[in-house]
Structure formats: structure tokens, C-alpha cells
């Protein structure tokens, strides 16, 4: 029987619809990711799937109208304890490793191939969620259905300089292994989400208990298993599909004025995200989005649509429509 016998409607409205893809247990208790799909406007092949970032979930329709449009179903998938998948015996955001997050991308694909039969998957993934999918794509999709990867603003560098890494990173890993739910001393600033949200004088609508306005709080387990990921990035992850890497311009502090914090990113480095693009795979694309956020598809208009612009004429060049 298919999983999506037992769908439900999802949050977003008609035309979407999630069901939960039970991952067993850990210490807290059971634990499930979420997959979200909704139909292409006309029969294809091809399938997207999209990853969110930290402290985020998938809530974007306008990027789901964009991919949809090309002919492709459209698949999100909130990770384990993030937005559609968070339970209240849970440490929202936390992970033990990076591969409890392969393994739920493991999951979703097997619906998206396997049960709803796509052979040719385009695979996105915003900031945490891009190095995620870098990640997987490398140790374990070689094989599979992904056909391209598109990474929004990958989180591939900390932005910790090489020598405090060095001392840092050891000491990380030890204080994580015993204490791994411990919080990183301050909480992450609330400014860039808040900057988004129309309660905020942004333009978004999006869930604040899913995606906080409030600051969140870093665990010691979740930055090792981040900075381990990042270290196999910097050696080199050998993608073999097309990637493009879509960033801002400019990067900001968190306490850049408002007007600043609203064309640039103020989460990320974005040089370091042009400098380390290049050791993802042979093929990679890196475009710069002039004006553009953290997540460049949330954007102003003009830069949202200088980005979609990107996204479109890189599909064109690497992935054309699939066939009806």
C-alpha cells in the first residue's frame, strides 16, 4: 500500500498534501521526518526535492509554483525534529550526526523513486539543509535518481578561522560526546527571521513556532556534527551530478542596520561560500545574487526574480523539461 494512502492535507493549502516517514527512536523517543508533495500542473518524470535550512521548514509555495511549473512534482521534507516533524518530547533542531539527516533524505527518496516511481530528481537545499544534501549526494546517491543539485546559501563554513578551528574542533568534539544536548553559550540572533516575517515589517508568512523570531539556541552535538560535515567539505566531496550555488553578494553583520540586513546575508560568509563552492564536485555553477537575503528565493522582488531567473536559465542549460 503507498505511504501517501494515508496522507493529510498539509498546512500550506490545497494542492499539498504530507504524510510523517517514521525514522525509530533515540534517547528522547520516536522520531519522524515529514514529506511534503505537491503535483506538477501536467504529467512528467521529473521530480525537486527541498531541504530546508536550521531554525527553518519548507513554507516557500512561490519556489514549489516555480519547480512545479517546469513539470516537475514537487517534494519538501522537514527534517527530524524541525517544523512539521518537532514533537513535545523533543529537543527542537537537534541531531546526534549528520547522517540521521542522510537517513531521512534516504527515506524520502525511496518514496520518490520506489513508490512514486521519479527517476530524475532535482535536489535543493538552503544552508544547513544545502551541506546536508552536498553531503548525501556524495556518500550516498551516487547510484540513485538525483540528477542535478541546487544549493541556496549552503552552510559550508562556520566561518571559525582555520586556527581557532583547530583548537576549537577537538575540544567540540570531546565536550559534545558527553554532554551532546548542552547549549552553545548565547542564543543565535532573532534578526534575521524577524526581518522576514510581515509581524516584523517583513513580507513572509510563516509559522514562528516552526521557524523562531525569538533567537534559538545551538547544541554542542549539532555544531560538531556540522563542523564534521564542513571538514569533509573542505577535503573535497567529489560531487559527480551539475551543481549550482546561488548566494548574496554581500554579506552583513546580524547588527547591520535594517535596511542592509535586507539585501545582504547576514547569516553566512558568502565568500567563503564562493571559495569553497569549487571543492563540492568537477561541475559546479556559482551565482551571485545581487541584493539578495540568506535564503535568496525570500528575497525582495528583485532579487527574488534575479534568482529564479538563475535557477530557470541553469535548469534550462542542465536539466530541461521532463517529458510529459
Request: glycine share 12%.
Amino acid at each position: 500500500m503507498s505511504p501517501w494512502s494515508d496522507a493529510r492535507p498539509d498546512v500550506l493549502g490545497p494542492g499539498y498534501e504530507a504524510i510523517d516517514l517514521p525514522m525509530g527512536e533515540d534517547g528522547e523517543g520516536p522520531v519522524c521526518a515529514t514529506l511534503v508533495r505537491r503535483a506538477a500542473p501536467r504529467a512528467g518524470t521529473g521530480a525537486v526535492l527541498c531541504l530546508h535550512g536550521y531554525n527553518d521548514y519548507f513554507f516557500n509555495v512561490g519556489l514549489a509554483d516555480f519547480l512545479a511549473a517546469r513539470g516537475r512534482d514537487f517534494y519538501a521534507l522537514d527534517l527530524r525534529k524541525c517544523g512539521r516533524s518537532w514533537r513535545p518530547h523533543q529537543t527542537r533542531l537537534h541531531c546526534r550526526s549528520l547522517g540521521d539527516y542522510m537517513d531521512d533524505i534516504d527515506a524520502a527518496m525511496r518514496v520518490i523513486s520506489e513508490v512514486d516511481g521519479h527517476d530524475d530528481v532535482l535536489l535543493v537545499g538552503h544552508s544547513m539543509g544545502g551541506l546536508v544534501s552536498a553531503l548525501w549526494l556524495a556518500e550516498r546517491g551516487g547510484d540513485g535518481p538525483v540528477s542535478a543539485l541546487c544549493l541556496n546559501s549552503p552552510f559550508l563554513s562556520s566561518g571559525v578561522p582555520r586556527p581557532l578551528r583547530a583548537v576549537m574542533d577537538p575540544l567540540l568534539v570531546r565536550a559534545a560526546g558527553r554532554r551532546p544536548l548542552a547549549a552553545f553559550p548565547g542564543r543565535l540572533s532573532p534578526r534575521y527571521p524577524r526581518s522576514l516575517h510581515r509581524s516584523h515589517h517583513g513580507t513572509w508568512d510563516f509559522d514562528e513556532g516552526w521557524k523562531s523570531t525569538s533567537g534559538t539556541r545551538l547544541r554542542l552535538g549539532w555544531l560538531a556534527a556540522v563542523h564534521a560535515g564542513q571538514r569533509a567539505v573542505r577535503a573535497g566531496l567529489g560531487v559527480t551530478v551539475p551543481v549550482l550555488v546561488l548566494c548574496s553578494d554581500r554579506s552583513s553583520g546580524r547588527r547591520a542596520p535594517a535596511a542592509l540586513l535586507r539585501r545582504s546575508d547576514c547569516v553566512l560568509d558568502v565568500a567563503a561560500i564562493r571559495r569553497l563552492a569549487p571543492r563540492l564536485g568537477a561541475d559546479v555553477t556559482v551565482q551571485q545574487v545581487e541584493g539578495a537575503v540568506h535564503d535568496v528565493f525570500l528575497s525582495g522582488d528583485g532579487a527574488r526574480r534575479a534568482a529564479y531567473d538563475a535557477l530557470g536559465r541553469w535548469l534550462s542549460s542542465h536539466l530541461p523539461h521532463p517529458a510529459g
